[in-house]
């Protein structure tokens, strides 16, 4: 996946994708859209994904992601669509 450095958009969603989300999708560092919505990917979602600094939508709802969502999603300037509904995600909110 770090191999995708120039890749914009990655859209995967409603697949019967299964296992867990690499943290090598940090290096895809021109991605705009990221799409892994409806599908069975479990764990925790990689801090790595606070490296897409160029990031407009993240769907990663409707797995089975668990544990507590990674701070470094939340410091994305460039964040406009964030969709976890759906996943057995825990933990606060940053209200900053």
Known sequence: ?????NLQ????????ISGTLPTEVGMMSNLKE????????IGTIPT???M?????TLALNDNYFS?????????????????LDHTK??????TE
């Open 1 to 5: 996946m770090g191999l995708l450095s």
């Open 9 to 16: 958009e990655f859209l995967l969603g409603e697949n019967i």
């Open 34 to 41: 990221l799409r892994l919505n409806d599908n069975s990917l």
């Open 48 to 50: 790595q994904l606070g």
């Open 52 to 56: 897409l600094s160029r990031i407009k």
């Open 67 to 83: 544990g507590t969502l990674p701070p470094e999603v939340f410091t994305l300037s460039t964040l406009k669509d964030l969709l």
């Open 89 to 94: 995600n825990t933990g606060a909110i940053p």
